[in-house]
């Protein structure tokens, strides 16, 4: 069985209260550490692999992302996702090939440019030329960022999930969808539903957002922020000092 395989068996016949967690690397040693860890598969962050190389999220130019994306990809042996955000202007078959070029099996492609949702339908037509571009060879992931961009209609993400689906998505990403709507989401998207779950310990555990629809669970950058307050506290340490003069702590995936 082909890694890409591998990768969309994970999806299939999850139980409630049992969803495919995918932690999110963004180096070859995270990547490492997660696959010890024992996780079957991984997600990686654009914001998380932005912060590592400098920059903030959605400025990393693409040449930039697909090396990140391979590092990560030989240091590993098994399947690995990768966020490319909304495909940085390349055409799907060019797209397509650089990402099978960096041994990815899967990616997370977004429904909004420079900060606005794309049109729903145009966005589907361009699913469907990634989809056909791809074949079998890439798991897609349609993230759908109305509530990112200040529509919380739930019946919009129904919406644009069920266009995104017939294009050929695999799996759809409401980000941002708060939990109790989950239920809504699920029973109206057909097929597989990535949800976002926090690691600040605040919101539901990935089995609760599991019992509530989800199918599979990712993280975005929370791995790589935990990590960078770990190593702060470390370096606090040795230097004699804690936190920033003002106080407040970085957000290593803006810089502020």
Not at 133 to 152: I, K, M, S
Request: hydrophobic share 40%; proline share 8%; net charge negative.
């Amino acid at each position: 069985m082909s890694k890409v395989e591998v990768f969309r068996a994970l999806h299939r016949g999850r139980l409630p209260g049992d969803p495919l967690v995918l932690p999110g690397p963004w180096d070859a040693v995270s990547a490492r550490v997660c696959v010890e860890a024992g996780f079957p598969a991984l997600a990686t962050p654009s914001a998380g692999v932005a912060a590592s190389l400098g920059h903030e999220d959605g400025s990393t130019p693409a040449e930039e992302m697909f090396a990140a994306v391979a590092r990560i990809v030989r240091a590993v042996d098994v399947p690995v996702s990768a966020d490319v955000e909304d495909g940085y202007g390349l055409p799907p078959g060019e797209l397509v090939e650089r990402l099978l070029e960096t041994g990815a099996v899967g990616c997370n492609l977004e429904d909004s440019r420079k900060g606005a949702l794309r049109d729903p339908r145009e966005h589907a037509d361009w699913l469907a030329e990634v989809r056909d571009a791809a074949g079998d060879q890439l798991f897609v992931n349609a993230r759908v960022d109305t509530f990112l961009r200040g529509e919380p209609d739930p019946e919009r993400v129904i919406e644009r999930a069920a266009l995104y689906v017939a294009a050929g998505a695999d799996c759809v990403y409401p980000i941002g969808a708060p939990a109790d709507v989950l239920p809504l989401l699920r029973s109206g998207i057909q097929g597989p539903v990535n949800v976002y779950a926090s690691l600040d310990g605040e919101g539901p555990s990935p089995t609760e957002l599991g019992e509530l629809g989800a199918t599979r669970v990712t993280f975005g950058p929370g791995l790589l922020r935990r990590t960078a307050h770990a190593v702060r506290e470390i370096a606090g340490q040795l230097s004699g000092r804690t936190g920033r003069p003002d106080g407040d702590e970085l957000d290593v995936t803006t810089g502020r």
